[in-house]
């Protein structure tokens, strides 16, 4: 009798550290899942990473011709006289163009320069509009319906969006109050 009570205690013992296994296994295949899910994961402004074509010395007219080849608007800071207009692409269509001074070779690796930016994106709009709630994201309305968001931790980029359009800009400078002034004031634009 002593037996069979004892087998009847086991086989739940047995039978629920079966099921404690069987759960930890199944929160860690959860647990690996949602880190893949965090490392792979494509967001709104980070897909998998682009492939970078070498950084080159662009003229005006070539800078000109790039909306048209590319099939939707670039965005750049004006002409800027003594600079050399840099042009990169990657293999996302995402578009560069930064300003050097005099001296300053295509592909220096240095970030001192004033870059554009110019981002093709489904939902550029709705994904910045996101960003701009999240703590420390700091977002201003601009003329047209658009919205400029940038982060008080890394406030050298601003970035830009508008309603029903296709593309995010970007606008880097070392000094961020020159970012913001840019970007603010309608200086940075569409090439012609």
Do not use: C
Not at 79 to 85: H, I, W
Not at 128 to 139: A, D, E, I
Not at 147 to 168: D, E, H, L, N, T
């Amino acid at each position: 009798m002593n037996e069979r009570v004892q087998t009847a205690q086991t086989v739940p013992v047995v039978a629920h550290g079966k099921r404690m296994r069987l759960g930890a296994i199944v929160a860690l295949a959860v647990l690996a899942g949602f880190v893949a899910w965090l490392i792979f994961k494509g967001d709104d402004n980070k897909t998998n990473a682009p492939v970078r074509a070498p950084a080159v010395a662009a003229s005006y007219s070539q800078l000109q011709a790039l909306p048209g080849q590319v099939g939707h608007k670039v965005y750049w800071a004006g002409k800027k006289a003594g600079y050399t207009y840099e042009l990169t692409q990657t293999s996302q269509g995402n578009i560069f163009v930064r300003y050097l001074p005099a001296g300053v070779e295509p592909g220096d690796a240095r970030p001192n320069f004033l870059t554009v930016g110019t981002y093709p994106r489904k939902d550029a709009y709705s994904s910045l509009k996101k960003l701009s709630t999240k703590p420390g994201s700091v977002s201003r309305q601009l003329a047209g319906g658009g919205i400029a968001v940038y982060s008080r931790q890394g406030p050298a980029s601003v970035y830009a969006a508008y309603p029903g359009k296709r593309f995010q800009v970007e606008v880097y400078d070392p000094s961020p109050t020159r970012a913001r002034h840019l970007l603010f004031s309608g200086q940075v634009r569409p090439l012609p």
